[in-house]
């Protein structure tokens, strides 16, 4: 699905005047946008950037906020190893780029990409506690996991959400052909596809859950608290 830009009127989708960390921003983070699109929501994240520094070793670490307390937005250096099968290849490319790129949600708990372990695999976020499916109405799903062979604890978290999950699923894929995104409240424990992301990359993902975060936008509109 094509991305929403910013509304014409909101002064955020220009480029970040006169230089400086904005400006810096939006230079570093643009391997994170698929289109024109994606830019203006670069810029309007551009806005509420209050400082922002890469480090000599790839890390970066920036500080995002409009008022109140700010956000420390993490991002590691660049994973050099090798991804293990499956780790679908947009995901990867953000983890060449920052091997994790999150910040804490103001309800508790990660948000973001948490790049990539040793082993390949996406690191764990938020802890996935994989027995929480058996409490929710889940049946249908885990009846079709076991079928191919597998089981909760399987399944890999793809991105931070706070205290919920938002999982890898390794039965449905996304128009460009890799596994497809679920998510989990810690609440109601239902396997929930989400929609929304089937027809983008993981770099707009990424940069989709900060603009939801940080501006408010509604692009990732299948999770909830």
């Known amino acids: 699905m094509p991305t929403t830009p910013a509304p014409a009127d909101d002064p955020t989708t220009g480029p970040p005047a006169g230089g400086g960390p904005g400006a810096a921003f939006v230079e570093h983070f643009a391997f994170l946008c698929a289109g024109e699109d994606d830019r203006g929501l670069l810029r309007g994240l551009a806005a509420t950037v209050r400082s922002f520094e890469v480090a ?55 948000l973001g990409h948490p790049g990539l372990g040793a082993d390949g695999l996406p690191d764990s976020v938020g802890v996935w506690e994989h027995d929480a499916l058996e409490e929710g109405d889940n049946e249908e799903f885990l009846a079709r996991l076991g079928a191919a062979g597998l089981s909760p604890a399987d399944l890999q978290e793809a991105f931070g959400s706070g205290q919920n999950w938002i999982l890898f699923d390794p039965l449905r894929a996304t128009t460009g052909g890799e596994h497809a995104v679920a998510f989990v409240s810690h609440e109601s424990c239902e396997w929930e596809p989400m929609a929304s992301t089937e027809g983008v990359g993981y770099g707009t993902v990424l940069l989709w859950q900060l603009s939801d975060y940080f501006l408010d936008t509604e692009l990732i509109h299948d999770t909830h608290n």
């Open 56 to 110: 000599d070793d790839g890390s970066a670490h920036a500080v995002l906020g409009w008022v109140g307390e700010p956000h420390d937005v993490r991002c590691g250096p660049p994973f050099v190893g090798r991804p293990a099968p499956g780790v679908p290849a947009s995901y990867v490319d953000v983890a060449r780029t920052h091997n994790g790129i999150s910040w804490e949600s103001y309800g508790g708990g990660p």
